[in-house]
């Protein structure tokens, strides 16, 4: 059993800051990627950043400069630290780890996400 457990997620005014965290446990050998997705109302999920277990990350363009995500590999934990918030940036945060189970087995799971609302 694994879980992705998310939180920080709420409500913000435009300029704001908000920042998410996202904790794995259970049956987990190793974590290759961590990242943030995002799904807006009516909108397909995007990518928002990743961080591999070497450290290399990846912005999506729209919150680059803006956002800035980190891991603590000891603590299977990944954050989003999110400044300069738009109202545009609301939407539902989904955590995603791609990892190694203890059987050995590629595994893609999600977390169950969390709420991030911008306005005034």
């Known amino acids: 059993q694994v879980q992705l457990v998310e939180s920080g997620g709420g409500l913000v005014q435009p300029g704001g800051s908000l920042r998410l965290s996202c904790a794995a446990s259970g049956s987990i050998f190793s974590i290759n990627v961590m990242g943030w997705y995002r799904q807006a109302p009516g909108k397909a999920r995007e990518l928002v950043a990743h961080?591999?277990?070497?450290?290399?990350?990846n912005y999506s363009d729209s919150v680059k400069g803006r956002f800035t995500i980190s891991r603590d590999n000891a603590k299977k934990t990944v954050y989003l630290q999110m400044n300069s918030l738009k109202p545009e940036d609301t939407a539902v945060y989904y955590c995603n780890a791609l990892f190694t189970d203890r059987t050995l087995r590629l595994i893609n799971y999600w977390g169950q996400g969390t709420q991030v609302t911008v306005s005034s």
């Open positions: 961080i591999t277990s070497d450290g290399r990350i």
